[in-house]
């Protein structure tokens, strides 16, 4: 792990990744359990988020929820790799960008209001690159609540909760924008998402108490840029499992220690087999490779092939696109 500061800020990293607390002022409860005034809360996450080790103070939202998403793949050649990887970035919605090493190289979630937005930006990446670009929506999540302990190498997986769309009111989408994009860092940040969208504090502490209920909001806290923090070598491994066997792999792979996302996605006939997903984040190539060696270990994936795309370079990391209006931070 990185040098981060000290022991408050790593208890500030470790500790609030999520749970943050619904109170018309934070950051003073957050300083009252920690044993710092309100101001140096705000003071030290507004350096954390400068120095690039946090994104944001704010939320993620269950996938396909409320928005929707898709992970892409394009191979840029080099001579146009930067080029490429700063047009995919730049188009709205576009909210993670990775170089990976595999011919499909330049990786990206697209995300949105709906599915028509994502085909458009599919559409206009396309063609404005000249090249083919693989979508591979979501089937089914495993685990996406990515979150990184700092003290310990203890990680339980946390528990899907089940998804209430039916408590969505009118009015949430720019709640959660708000939320995904990031709170401010002000003694009172919910009043100041409140006045920004016209609306009293208590009803936006209302609506993101019950939106969390719902299972709408999967995590609020704060956001933590893991390559800032250590965790450089990261791979994303692909599965060509049948589906009739992803029931009972898809979990078993989501609990293992070292595997920091989990889930389905739809494959490409004849192009893109792979149907299981999961993330190994490790402070080193080594590290990840032996959390690979456990995964194919696994009675659920013994016998499946897979293939292992590391990640060499991050282009954007922001929050998603939710509501009409808004955009990644």
């Not at 920091?260 to 190539?285: D, F, G, K």
Request: charged share 25%; net charge neutral.
């Amino acid at each position: 792990m990185e040098r981060i500061g000290d022991a408050t800020d790593i208890t500030l990293l470790d500790d609030w990744q999520r749970d943050f607390p619904l109170e018309p002022r934070p950051f003073s409860v957050i300083g009252s359990v920690i044993g710092c005034p309100e101001e140096e809360v705000l003071k030290r996450l507004d350096v954390l988020r400068a120095s690039g080790r946090i994104t944001r103070v704010g939320a993620t939202c269950a996938p396909n929820t409320v928005s929707a998403s898709t992970l892409a793949a394009l191979s840029a050649p080099d001579e146009v790799l930067e080029q490429v990887a700063e047009f995919v970035g730049s188009r709205v919605g576009v909210n993670h960008s990775y170089l990976r090493e595999n011919h499909w190289n330049l990786w990206f979630v697209a995300t949105g209001p709906n599915r028509d937005h994502i085909d458009a930006v599919l559409d206009e990446i396309r063609n404005e690159t000249g090249l083919v670009v693989l979508d591979l929506p979501l089937v089914r999540p495993f685990n996406v609540d990515l979150g990184f302990k700092l003290r310990g190498n203890s990680r339980k997986t946390p528990v899907a909760r089940p998804v209430d769309l039916r408590r969505l009111k009118e009015g949430d989408s720019d709640i959660l924008q708000a939320l995904t994009t990031g709170m401010p860092l002000s003694s009172r940040p919910f009043g100041d998402i409140a006045a920004n969208l016209e609306r009293s504090e208590q009803d936006v502490l209302d609506r993101v108490k019950e939106l969390q209920e719902a299972g709408i909001i999967s995590r609020l806290g704060v956001i933590v840029r893991h390559r800032a923090l250590g965790w450089r070598s990261n791979a994303m491994v692909v599965w060509d499992i049948s589906s009739e066997r992803i029931d009972a792999a898809g979990p078993a792979l989501a609990a293992l220690p070292g595997v920091t996302l989990c889930y389905e996605r739809r494959p490409v006939e004849n192009v893109w087999p792979y149907r299981l997903y999961c993330m190994i984040h490790a402070q080193s190539r080594r590290l990840a490779l032996d959390t690979l060696t456990e995964a194919s270990d696994l009675p659920e994936l013994q016998g499946v092939k897979f293939k292992t795309l590391f990640s060499s370079r991050c282009f954007k990391q922001t929050g998603a696109m939710i509501a009409r209006s808004g955009a990644a931070a």
